[in-house]
């Protein structure tokens, strides 16, 4: 069926250096891929979007890459700050007609000093 | 901004206890949905909502039922709650209209089934 995955539970990096996430997923229909950021004891938030017509599309901070031939793509922060720990997911959309996504399993970012 | 909010943050219910969790969002947007929340597993759709008085079943219905009677409003009952329920429960609204797939989401409410 439909998936979409992370690759790492966990990543660690340091404070000032730069984060990349990754996510595969396997629906050739999804069109529309989405990154959120959830801190402890909050909501899943939104961070970025990209459609399937782009392969990057940039942000404040944070950069979505978007490679269709191998189903895959990625977060990236620049400067990773510590305000930027924080659970972070993909999610793709399911089809063309509703709104509905599937999320990924999550990667746990911890910014050290 | 856009606000969703959940009736409760926190939550501690018995076995074969009937529970309602609430959600309202204030920005009149079409779709409402009710997601759980466990480690390893990410969020899993329960039960989405179109409409108001429209349902459709996510991937995991089972044990749970919604209700939405107003269009801000929509409800997640577990019928007789047992404790593999016991989870992080997450609404969330969008649009439908212009700019899709972007869904809002609530702060959550952690269910604990005893």
């Known amino acids: 069926g439909e998936s979409v995955g992370l690759h790492l539970p966990t990543l660690s990096v340091q404070e000032g250096d730069n984060s990349i996430i990754n996510c595969a997923y396997s629906?050739?229909?999804?069109?529309?891929f989405i990154w959120y950021k959830q801190e402890s004891g909050k909501g899943p938030q939104f961070i970025i979007d990209i459609r399937s017509n782009m392969d990057k599309r940039q942000g404040q901070r944070v950069t979505v890459l978007l490679n269709k031939t191998v189903k895959h793509l990625s977060l990236q922060i620049a400067a990773t700050q510590p305000g930027d720990s924080a659970v972070y997911f993909c999610a793709g959309a399911r089809d063309h007609n509703t709104d509905k996504l599937i999320f990924g399993t999550g990667t746990r970012l911890q910014v050290f000093p | 901004d856009v606000k969703v909010t959940q009736s409760s943050r926190y939550l501690v219910k018995r076995t074969g206890e009937k529970v309602f969790l609430e959600c309202v969002q204030d920005?009149?947007?079409?779709?409402m949905f009710w997601y759980r929340q466990d480690p390893g597993l990410g969020l899993r759709l329960i039960y989405f909502?179109?409409?108001?008085?429209?349902?459709e079943k996510g991937d995991i219905p089972e044990g749970y039922s919604v209700s939405r009677e107003k269009k801000e409003r929509f409800s997640l009952i577990l019928e007789s709650a047992s404790t593999n329920q016991t989870s992080m429960y997450l609404c969330?609204?969008?649009?439908?209209?212009?700019?899709?797939?972007?869904?809002?989401f609530g702060p959550g409410t952690r269910l604990t089934v005893t």
């Open positions: 909502s179109y409409d108001v008085k429209m349902k």
């Open positions: 629906n050739s229909a999804s069109d529309y």
């Open positions: 969330a609204s969008s649009s439908g209209q212009g700019v899709p797939y972007e869904q809002y």
């Open positions: 920005m009149d947007h079409e779709n």
